[in-house]
Protein backbone atom coordinates (compact mmCIF):
# COMPACT_ATOMS: atom_id res chain seq x y z
CA UNK A 1 0.00 0.00 0.00
CA UNK A 2 2.55 2.10 1.10
CA UNK A 3 4.29 1.80 -2.63
CA UNK A 4 0.75 2.62 -4.15
CA UNK A 5 0.46 5.57 -2.46
CA UNK A 6 3.91 6.62 -3.27
CA UNK A 7 3.38 6.38 -6.88
CA UNK A 8 0.18 8.23 -6.79
CA UNK A 9 1.84 11.31 -4.71
CA UNK A 10 4.20 11.49 -7.70
CA UNK A 11 1.91 11.47 -10.22
CA UNK A 12 -0.27 13.85 -8.27
CA UNK A 13 2.99 16.50 -8.14
CA UNK A 14 4.01 15.82 -11.72
CA UNK A 15 0.67 16.65 -12.73
CA UNK A 16 0.62 20.18 -11.11
CA UNK A 17 -0.28 23.04 -13.61
CA UNK A 18 2.24 26.45 -13.19
CA UNK A 19 0.44 27.65 -9.81
CA UNK A 20 0.81 29.25 -6.93
CA UNK A 21 -2.68 29.05 -4.64
CA UNK A 22 -3.50 29.46 -1.17
CA UNK A 23 -5.51 26.85 -0.82
CA UNK A 24 -8.34 27.12 2.16
CA UNK A 25 -5.94 29.53 4.65
CA UNK A 26 -7.30 31.11 7.71
CA UNK A 27 -4.91 33.76 9.11
CA UNK A 28 -5.52 36.56 11.59
CA UNK A 29 -8.99 38.35 11.71
CA UNK A 30 -7.22 41.60 13.00
CA UNK A 31 -6.89 44.18 10.31
CA UNK A 32 -4.10 45.93 12.50
CA UNK A 33 -1.12 43.51 13.12
CA UNK A 34 2.66 43.47 12.86
CA UNK A 35 4.90 40.31 12.27
CA UNK A 36 7.72 40.81 14.32
CA UNK A 37 10.81 39.03 15.54
CA UNK A 38 13.88 39.97 17.77
CA UNK A 39 17.26 38.47 17.67
CA UNK A 40 20.21 38.54 20.01
CA UNK A 41 23.29 37.25 17.96
CA UNK A 42 21.26 35.55 16.10
CA UNK A 43 19.02 33.63 18.39
CA UNK A 44 15.26 34.22 18.37
CA UNK A 45 14.70 36.79 21.73
CA UNK A 46 11.19 35.24 23.41
CA UNK A 47 11.23 37.81 26.23
CA UNK A 48 9.48 40.66 24.80
CA UNK A 49 6.23 42.08 26.48
CA UNK A 50 4.09 44.95 25.32
CA UNK A 51 5.75 47.65 27.12
CA UNK A 52 9.12 47.02 24.68
CA UNK A 53 7.36 47.59 21.73
CA UNK A 54 6.17 50.59 19.90
CA UNK A 55 4.77 50.92 16.93
CA UNK A 56 4.61 54.38 14.35
CA UNK A 57 2.63 55.49 11.38
CA UNK A 58 4.29 58.69 10.20
CA UNK A 59 6.41 58.91 13.29
CA UNK A 60 3.24 59.15 15.24
CA UNK A 61 3.23 56.70 18.22
CA UNK A 62 0.32 54.26 18.08
CA UNK A 63 -1.22 52.19 21.53
CA UNK A 64 -0.05 48.78 21.73
CA UNK A 65 -3.22 47.06 22.37
CA UNK A 66 -1.44 43.21 22.06
CA UNK A 67 1.01 40.74 21.96
CA UNK A 68 0.77 37.04 20.96
CA UNK A 69 4.15 34.82 21.42
CA UNK A 70 4.40 31.67 18.99
CA UNK A 71 7.25 29.86 19.32
CA UNK A 72 8.46 26.25 17.60
CA UNK A 73 4.67 26.94 15.98
CA UNK A 74 2.44 26.68 19.14
CA UNK A 75 1.33 29.81 20.94
CA UNK A 76 3.74 30.22 24.35
CA UNK A 77 1.96 34.02 25.68
CA UNK A 78 -0.86 36.59 24.96
CA UNK A 79 -0.70 39.73 26.52
CA UNK A 80 -3.47 42.61 26.25
CA UNK A 81 -5.96 41.85 23.50
CA UNK A 82 -6.36 38.94 22.02
CA UNK A 83 -5.22 38.02 18.61
CA UNK A 84 -7.73 35.85 16.99
CA UNK A 85 -6.03 32.68 15.12
CA UNK A 86 -2.36 33.63 15.46
CA UNK A 87 -0.84 30.37 13.66
CA UNK A 88 0.30 32.33 10.71
CA UNK A 89 0.06 30.08 7.50
CA UNK A 90 3.20 29.72 5.41
CA UNK A 91 3.85 30.24 2.05
CA UNK A 92 7.40 28.34 1.37
CA UNK A 93 8.55 28.30 -2.05
CA UNK A 94 12.03 26.63 -2.54
CA UNK A 95 13.84 26.86 -6.06
CA UNK A 96 16.48 25.26 -7.25
CA UNK A 97 18.57 27.02 -9.93
CA UNK A 98 21.34 24.21 -10.43
CA UNK A 99 22.75 22.41 -13.41
CA UNK A 100 24.37 19.78 -11.88
CA UNK A 101 22.18 17.05 -9.14
CA UNK A 102 23.85 16.65 -5.62
CA UNK A 103 23.19 14.62 -2.56
CA UNK A 104 23.08 18.01 -0.55
CA UNK A 105 19.95 18.91 -2.17
CA UNK A 106 18.34 15.69 -1.40
CA UNK A 107 19.03 16.40 2.16
CA UNK A 108 17.30 19.90 1.72
CA UNK A 109 14.26 17.99 0.34
CA UNK A 110 13.98 15.40 3.35
CA UNK A 111 14.33 18.63 5.61
CA UNK A 112 12.08 20.54 4.03
CA UNK A 113 9.45 18.21 4.67
CA UNK A 114 10.23 16.52 8.10
CA UNK A 115 9.51 20.38 9.83
CA UNK A 116 5.72 20.67 11.36
CA UNK A 117 3.49 22.22 9.51
CA UNK A 118 0.03 23.50 9.99
CA UNK A 119 -2.95 22.98 7.67
CA UNK A 120 -2.77 26.07 5.89
CA UNK A 121 1.20 25.85 5.10
CA UNK A 122 1.72 26.16 1.18
CA UNK A 123 4.86 24.44 -0.14
CA UNK A 124 6.57 24.98 -3.57
CA UNK A 125 9.15 23.24 -4.91
CA UNK A 126 10.66 25.34 -8.07
CA UNK A 127 13.03 22.95 -9.96
CA UNK A 128 14.52 24.04 -13.59
CA UNK A 129 11.55 22.97 -15.36
CA UNK A 130 8.57 23.59 -13.31
CA UNK A 131 6.69 24.23 -10.26
CA UNK A 132 5.31 21.71 -8.15
CA UNK A 133 2.82 22.70 -5.48
CA UNK A 134 2.20 20.59 -1.99
CA UNK A 135 -0.48 22.04 -0.83
CA UNK A 136 -2.74 21.19 2.99
CA UNK A 137 -3.36 17.70 1.24
CA UNK A 138 -0.34 16.40 0.74
CA UNK A 139 1.08 17.15 3.62
CA UNK A 140 -1.88 15.76 5.67
CA UNK A 141 -2.50 12.65 3.83
CA UNK A 142 0.82 11.53 3.06
CA UNK A 143 3.79 10.27 5.32
CA UNK A 144 7.33 12.32 5.61
CA UNK A 145 8.89 9.33 3.47
CA UNK A 146 6.91 9.42 0.90
CA UNK A 147 6.95 13.57 0.53
CA UNK A 148 10.71 13.44 0.28
CA UNK A 149 10.90 10.23 -2.19
CA UNK A 150 8.71 12.67 -4.25
CA UNK A 151 10.02 15.80 -4.22
CA UNK A 152 13.99 14.13 -4.94
CA UNK A 153 12.77 11.88 -7.75
CA UNK A 154 11.13 15.65 -9.28
CA UNK A 155 14.24 17.20 -8.44
CA UNK A 156 17.07 14.94 -9.71
CA UNK A 157 15.31 14.46 -12.79
CA UNK A 158 14.22 17.86 -13.88
CA UNK A 159 18.08 18.81 -12.74
CA UNK A 160 19.42 16.67 -15.22
CA UNK A 161 17.20 17.65 -18.10
CA UNK A 162 18.26 20.95 -18.21
CA UNK A 163 21.62 20.78 -16.85
CA UNK A 164 22.52 18.58 -19.25
CA UNK A 165 23.16 20.80 -22.09
CA UNK A 166 24.56 23.16 -19.77
CA UNK A 167 27.11 20.42 -19.45
CA UNK A 168 27.58 19.36 -22.73
CA UNK A 169 28.50 23.32 -23.38
CA UNK A 170 31.18 22.39 -20.61
CA UNK A 171 32.59 19.46 -21.47
CA UNK A 172 33.75 21.05 -25.43
CA UNK A 173 35.02 24.13 -24.16
CA UNK A 174 36.97 22.29 -21.62
CA UNK A 175 38.12 19.99 -24.58
CA UNK A 176 38.63 23.04 -27.01
CA UNK A 177 41.04 24.27 -24.23
CA UNK A 178 42.78 20.74 -24.08
CA UNK A 179 43.54 21.21 -27.94
CA UNK A 180 44.77 25.05 -27.56
CA UNK A 181 48.62 23.50 -27.33
CA UNK A 182 48.46 21.04 -29.94
CA UNK A 183 45.93 22.93 -32.54
CA UNK A 184 47.57 23.98 -35.81
CA UNK A 185 45.23 26.86 -35.50
CA UNK A 186 44.74 28.55 -32.14
CA UNK A 187 41.71 31.08 -33.88
CA UNK A 188 39.53 28.34 -34.98
CA UNK A 189 39.75 26.76 -31.39
CA UNK A 190 39.22 30.59 -29.43
CA UNK A 191 35.73 30.84 -32.36
CA UNK A 192 34.66 27.88 -31.50
CA UNK A 193 34.98 28.61 -27.65
CA UNK A 194 33.33 31.92 -27.74
CA UNK A 195 30.18 29.89 -29.56
CA UNK A 196 29.71 27.87 -26.85
CA UNK A 197 30.25 30.92 -24.51
CA UNK A 198 27.10 32.03 -26.29
CA UNK A 199 25.53 29.24 -26.51
CA UNK A 200 25.24 29.12 -22.32
CA UNK A 201 25.09 32.60 -21.91
CA UNK A 202 21.38 32.19 -23.85
CA UNK A 203 20.40 29.28 -21.51
CA UNK A 204 21.28 30.54 -18.18
CA UNK A 205 20.27 33.80 -18.66
CA UNK A 206 17.86 35.65 -15.30
CA UNK A 207 14.50 35.06 -14.97
CA UNK A 208 11.93 36.46 -12.92
CA UNK A 209 8.65 35.34 -13.95
CA UNK A 210 8.15 32.72 -11.31
CA UNK A 211 9.04 35.35 -9.02
CA UNK A 212 6.02 38.05 -10.63
CA UNK A 213 3.72 34.84 -10.33
CA UNK A 214 4.78 34.38 -6.82
CA UNK A 215 4.31 37.67 -6.19
CA UNK A 216 1.11 38.28 -7.34
CA UNK A 217 -0.81 34.45 -6.06
CA UNK A 218 0.58 35.97 -2.56
CA UNK A 219 0.04 39.62 -2.17
CA UNK A 220 -3.30 39.48 -0.24
CA UNK A 221 -2.71 36.52 2.17
CA UNK A 222 -2.10 37.02 5.07
CA UNK A 223 0.61 34.90 5.87
CA UNK A 224 4.69 34.55 6.46
CA UNK A 225 6.05 34.27 2.45
CA UNK A 226 9.54 33.15 2.27
CA UNK A 227 11.05 32.62 -1.50
CA UNK A 228 13.96 30.66 -0.48
CA UNK A 229 16.68 30.49 -3.83
CA UNK A 230 19.72 28.09 -3.79
CA UNK A 231 22.21 28.77 -6.81
CA UNK A 232 24.66 26.59 -7.63
CA UNK A 233 28.06 28.21 -8.50
CA UNK A 234 29.04 27.90 -11.56
CA UNK A 235 32.99 27.48 -13.32
CA UNK A 236 34.48 27.79 -16.89
CA UNK A 237 37.58 25.72 -17.77
CA UNK A 238 40.42 28.14 -18.98
CA UNK A 239 44.01 27.42 -20.47
CA UNK A 240 46.55 27.47 -17.36
CA UNK A 241 48.98 29.84 -16.87
CA UNK A 242 51.55 28.34 -19.30
CA UNK A 243 49.12 28.81 -22.80
CA UNK A 244 47.83 31.84 -21.24
CA UNK A 245 50.79 32.84 -21.29
CA UNK A 246 51.54 32.09 -25.19
CA UNK A 247 47.90 33.25 -26.44
CA UNK A 248 49.18 36.64 -25.09
CA UNK A 249 52.47 36.86 -26.47
CA UNK A 250 50.73 36.16 -29.95
CA UNK A 251 49.49 40.16 -31.23
CA UNK A 252 46.90 37.85 -33.26
CA UNK A 253 45.44 36.18 -30.38
CA UNK A 254 46.35 38.48 -27.60
CA UNK A 255 43.18 40.67 -27.77
CA UNK A 256 40.50 37.39 -28.44
CA UNK A 257 42.22 35.37 -25.68
CA UNK A 258 42.08 38.49 -23.29
CA UNK A 259 38.57 38.73 -23.65
CA UNK A 260 37.80 35.37 -23.56
CA UNK A 261 39.57 34.45 -20.79
CA UNK A 262 40.48 37.46 -18.97
CA UNK A 263 37.37 39.43 -18.54
CA UNK A 264 34.71 37.20 -19.26
CA UNK A 265 31.20 38.66 -19.03
CA UNK A 266 28.51 36.07 -17.70
CA UNK A 267 25.64 38.28 -18.95
CA UNK A 268 23.59 41.62 -19.62
CA UNK A 269 22.76 43.94 -16.93
CA UNK A 270 19.55 43.55 -15.47
CA UNK A 271 16.74 46.10 -14.02
CA UNK A 272 15.50 44.56 -11.01
CA UNK A 273 13.92 47.23 -9.59
CA UNK A 274 9.93 46.29 -11.07
CA UNK A 275 10.82 42.53 -9.53
CA UNK A 276 12.20 44.04 -6.28
CA UNK A 277 9.01 46.27 -6.04
CA UNK A 278 6.58 43.69 -6.33
CA UNK A 279 8.10 41.20 -3.69
CA UNK A 280 8.11 44.16 -1.18
CA UNK A 281 4.74 44.86 -1.86
CA UNK A 282 3.30 41.95 -1.69
CA UNK A 283 5.43 41.07 1.81
CA UNK A 284 7.54 38.02 0.17
CA UNK A 285 10.99 37.75 1.95
CA UNK A 286 13.69 36.65 -0.11
CA UNK A 287 16.43 34.09 1.45
CA UNK A 288 19.76 33.40 -1.06
CA UNK A 289 21.43 30.29 -0.58
CA UNK A 290 24.89 30.46 -2.86
CA UNK A 291 26.09 26.57 -2.99
CA UNK A 292 29.93 26.48 -3.61
CA UNK A 293 31.29 23.79 -5.11
CA UNK A 294 35.15 22.79 -5.67
CA UNK A 295 35.32 21.40 -9.11
CA UNK A 296 37.86 18.65 -9.54
CA UNK A 297 41.52 19.93 -10.26
CA UNK A 298 43.25 19.14 -13.70
CA UNK A 299 46.37 20.53 -14.52
CA UNK A 300 46.11 21.32 -17.82
CA UNK A 301 43.47 23.84 -17.35
CA UNK A 302 42.29 26.03 -15.06
CA UNK A 303 38.71 27.48 -13.94
CA UNK A 304 37.24 30.65 -13.70
CA UNK A 305 34.16 31.47 -11.61
CA UNK A 306 31.48 32.38 -13.69
CA UNK A 307 28.77 32.77 -11.97
CA UNK A 308 28.98 36.10 -9.88
CA UNK A 309 26.41 37.51 -12.05
CA UNK A 310 23.42 35.24 -10.39
CA UNK A 311 25.29 36.18 -7.13
CA UNK A 312 24.87 39.14 -7.45
CA UNK A 313 21.08 39.30 -9.20
CA UNK A 314 19.72 37.18 -6.08
CA UNK A 315 22.16 39.23 -3.12
CA UNK A 316 20.10 42.14 -4.12
CA UNK A 317 16.54 40.56 -4.24
CA UNK A 318 17.12 39.46 -1.02
CA UNK A 319 18.81 42.59 0.90
CA UNK A 320 15.88 44.49 -0.48
CA UNK A 321 13.26 41.78 0.93
CA UNK A 322 15.35 41.49 4.05
CA UNK A 323 16.19 38.04 3.41
CA UNK A 324 19.05 35.90 4.47
CA UNK A 325 22.15 36.07 2.17
CA UNK A 326 24.88 33.31 2.48
CA UNK A 327 27.24 31.19 0.62
CA UNK A 328 27.91 28.04 2.11
CA UNK A 329 28.82 24.78 1.64
CA UNK A 330 26.26 23.45 4.10
CA UNK A 331 23.13 24.65 2.43
CA UNK A 332 20.98 22.38 4.39
CA UNK A 333 22.10 24.09 8.23
CA UNK A 334 21.21 27.31 6.26
CA UNK A 335 17.88 26.04 5.22
CA UNK A 336 16.95 24.85 8.46
CA UNK A 337 17.63 28.20 9.81
CA UNK A 338 15.42 30.16 7.49
CA UNK A 339 12.78 27.59 8.61
CA UNK A 340 12.96 27.78 12.09
CA UNK A 341 12.86 31.49 12.04
CA UNK A 342 9.43 31.01 10.45
CA UNK A 343 8.19 28.70 13.71
CA UNK A 344 9.15 31.92 16.21
CA UNK A 345 7.29 35.20 16.27
CA UNK A 346 5.11 37.76 17.81
CA UNK A 347 2.35 39.08 16.33
CA UNK A 348 1.70 42.91 17.82
CA UNK A 349 -1.80 44.47 17.24
CA UNK A 350 -2.10 48.20 17.48
CA UNK A 351 -4.74 50.67 17.14
CA UNK A 352 -4.82 53.56 14.40
CA UNK A 353 -7.43 56.06 13.97
CA UNK A 354 -10.33 55.86 11.52
CA UNK A 355 -9.01 58.80 9.79
CA UNK A 356 -5.65 56.92 9.31
CA UNK A 357 -7.37 53.72 8.69
CA UNK A 358 -9.01 55.26 5.73
CA UNK A 359 -5.62 55.91 4.02
CA UNK A 360 -4.88 52.73 2.99
CA UNK A 361 -1.46 53.06 4.74
CA UNK A 362 1.45 51.23 2.70
CA UNK A 363 3.82 48.63 4.27
CA UNK A 364 6.74 51.69 4.55
CA UNK A 365 4.43 53.92 7.21
CA UNK A 366 3.74 51.30 9.76
CA UNK A 367 7.51 51.02 11.88
CA UNK A 368 8.28 49.25 14.88
CA UNK A 369 11.46 49.44 17.40
CA UNK A 370 12.29 48.34 20.89
CA UNK A 371 12.39 50.67 23.71
CA UNK A 372 15.82 49.97 25.88
CA UNK A 373 16.57 46.61 23.75
CA UNK A 374 19.85 46.18 21.69
CA UNK A 375 18.30 43.67 19.27
CA UNK A 376 17.96 43.10 15.56
CA UNK A 377 14.33 43.35 14.51
CA UNK A 378 12.60 42.56 11.99
CA UNK A 379 8.31 43.45 11.21
CA UNK A 380 5.97 43.15 8.54
CA UNK A 381 2.42 44.59 8.56
CA UNK A 382 0.29 41.81 7.79
Known amino acids: MKKI ?9 FGVV ?50 TLVKGLKVKKTEGEEISSPLLPRVIILEFRCYEYDQKFGQMVEHLFR ?23 SLRDYSPEQLINAGSTILKRDIYVTGKTENEIIQEMTRLVTDLPQASSAKDILIQYQQNLESLKNIRKFDDSTLF ?70 GIVMDFLYFKTNPRPRPEIKVKEYSTDMFDIYSKLAQSTGGLIE ?12 LENTENYYLISYSISPVEQALDQPLKGVKARLKNKDYALTYLRL
Open 5 to 13: LSSRLIILL
Open 18 to 67: LALVVAGQAGPDNNNLLLLKAFDKGKFVDTLTTSDVEVYVDDKLLEVKGL
Open 115 to 137: RPYSPADTISLVTPVKIYGFFSE
Open 213 to 282: KAASQFSKAKAQKHYIVICQQEFLPIPNSEVMDSLLSNRSLMFQASDLFQSINSGEAVNLEPVIQELTDS
Open 327 to 338: ATTSPVAQLRKI
